[in-house]
């Protein structure tokens, strides 16, 4: 029990730790204690150390040698050309699963699609996010390609701080779900190079609407 406990925790405190990162409330160089943050965030180490481990994993946190974990310095270029890969690779899954995904899999699809608008109409940015890992997870499966779906799934791991922060940018959430319904459609009419052009676009427009609340963040800064 405590181990799933401590898990669950781990889980809270990369959401939270990735939150104040990007909001400015750690800045790039500064020390993060694993001491400091259990006390910070009412946790005991164990779940720290466990948060600091997935953050390096994101490249949002470096773990250096006598020095511990400090906040990574991403530029702007890094960040555009993570994305960029981003886009290639999910617009590259969404093409396969428009021409591979079984009548299952292109079922279960449109109906999590369909599921995810109450989340949309209640403006649960949270219960979205969540979803959305499960609809794009959905696409990378569907392409039939495990060495594929690993990559896209491991640069998704990458991004995924800065990919939840979009959802806070006002209108992004109606927005994201109409960008999702071009990809399903695509998906479902079997058009490989729609599919690739919505998803695609889908991601570059995922990319703005984070650099949108970043540079508002940085002007309410």
């Keep these: 029990m405590d181990i799933v406990d401590d898990r669950t925790r781990a889980d809270r405190l990369v959401s939270d730790v990735s939150e104040d990162i990007l909001n400015g ?4 160089g500064d020390r993060l204690d694993e001491l400091s943050l259990a ?3 009412g946790v005991s180490r ?13 490249g949002l946190v470096e773990v250096r040698p006598r020095r511990g974990a400090i906040v990574a310095r991403i530029t702007a270029e890094k960040l555009a050309e993570l994305f960029g890969a981003m886009a290639e690779l999910e617009a590259t899954c969404a093409r396969l699963s428009a021409i591979g995904m079984t009548p299952m899999e292109r079922r279960r699809l449109e109906e999590f699609y369909a599921s995810m608008e109450p989340l949309v109409s209640a403006a649960d940015a949270e219960g979205f996010a969540a979803a959305n890992l499960v609809f ?3 696409i990378y499966a569907g392409a ?9 799934a491991g640069l998704r791991s990458r991004l995924l701080p800065y990919r939840r922060a979009q959802f806070r940018t006002p209108g992004r959430l109606p927005r994201s779900h109409a960008e999702h319904g071009a990809v399903v ?3 479902l009419d079997a058009d490989a190079a729609a599919a690739h052009a919505a998803m695609l ?5 995922v990319e703005d609407s984070f650099e949108r609340l970043a540079a508002a963040r940085a002007v309410r800064g």
């Design 201 to 205: 676009r889908h991601v570059s427009l």
């Design 185 to 187: 459609a695509a998906i």
């Design 39 to 41: 006390e910070r965030y």
């Design 25 to 28: 409330a750690f800045a790039p």
């Design 46 to 58: 164990t779940p720290v150390r466990e948060a600091l481990r997935r953050l390096a994993s994101s």
């Design 144 to 152: 039939h390609n495990g060495h594929l779906a690993e990559i896209t």
């Design 136 to 138: 794009h997870t959905q």
